[in-house]
């Protein structure tokens, strides 16, 4: 089986080359504008301990919105089930930055992977640390039992000075009183977490507890199984934005997005997927990426629908 993936995995990376030429780099964060796009890596992690990658999988990138993911799991650990009072658990149908809901929702975002359910778990984390984006960082760091992960200063700082519509985002929601720290505090904790720097290779191995019922393989239990099962269906149906149900569709496995250009998918009880490429289409998702995880869950028969 080892073999196989290897070997599936060179021939994605060897067809993914020529899908690097479509799409566009997230270019609203300036930093993100000059990342060269024909670039490809993936990436797969298995419970048991394996690592199998191809192309660029060692390469660093910015993670963007799949830091979502391990501020969420931070939260959840400290919050618990309250959490879900100021943060919904449906798809929004609208772009990653919206703000149309807002109003008509009482200033609770739909889910806690578009930007404003995001701002929230920020704003949970403000609470509970003096420096949240220092508790993200620390947390994958004791993911994958090592500090080489860091933060990208210059993304960070890219992203903090055209942060104007996460900031709307941000007061309109402290407007309904459901952000109680500073705006400014929560911009900056933000974007300091959405500039991890990370590979295909170090995100497979850091979400790999949820594969494995919340429990990290080789190390400790990081969310107790039903969470976990919680996040995946969360991930399954708001993971893409307003292309995640297309992403069910088509590849039929919790996935979480980043304008990085990174994709994370998970395979519950076998292994965590991660692939990458810049270029992005019209909903922010990785083009070449998608296609690569697509023919990965096609071609290996892997589905949480079967």
């Known amino acids: 089986m080892s073999a196989d993936i290897a070997a599936l995995l060179q021939t994605i990376a060897d067809e993914a080359i020529a899908l690097t030429d479509q799409g566009a780099v997230a270019d609203y964060i300036p930093a993100l504008a000059n990342v060269p796009p024909r670039q490809f890596g993936i990436a797969v992690a298995t419970v048991d301990g394996a690592l199998h990658r191809a192309g660029s999988a060692d390469q660093a990138f910015s993670i963007q919105s799949i830091s979502k993911l391990f501020a969420l799991t931070l939260a959840l650990q400290r919050e618990g089930d309250d959490l879900w009072q100021r943060v919904g658990r449906e798809p929004s149908g609208t772009p990653f930055n919206s703000l149309v809901l807002l109003e008509r929702e009482s200033g609770v975002p739909r889910n806690p992977f578009v930007n404003a359910g995001a701002l929230v778990i920020t704003d ?14 620390e947390f994958v760091h004791r993911l994958l039992g090592r500090t080489s992960v860091a933060i990208d200063a210059q993304v960070a700082r890219s992203e903090r000075l055209h942060s104007d519509r996460n900031a709307a985002i941000a007061h309109f929601m402290r407007s309904f009183g459901n952000l109680r720290q500073e705006v400014a505090a929560i911009l ?3 974007c300091a977490q959405c500039a991890i720097a990370m590979s295909c290779a170090e995100l497979a191995r850091a979400a790999l507890f949820l594969a494995a019922d919340g429990v990290q393989p080789g190390a400790a239990r990081v969310l107790q199984a039903p969470d976990a099962r919680r996040i995946n269906a969360l991930m399954l149906t708001c993971g893409a934005y307003d292309a995640a149900g297309d992403f069910a569709f088509r590849i039929g496995l919790p996935t979480k997005t980043g304008v990085g250009g990174g994709i994370l998918a998970i395979v519950p009880g076998r292994m ?8 992005l289409d019209a909903t922010g998702n ?13 071609t290996t028969g892997l589905s949480i629908f079967r």
């Open 124 to 137: 949970v984390l403000c609470h509970r640390y003096l420096q949240p984006e220092r508790a993200v960082l």
């Open 188 to 190: 900056d904790a933000y």
């Open 272 to 279: 965590s997927i991660c692939a990458w490429s810049p270029r």
């Open 286 to 298: 990785s083009i070449a990426a998608a296609a690569a995880i697509e023919r990965f869950a096609a």
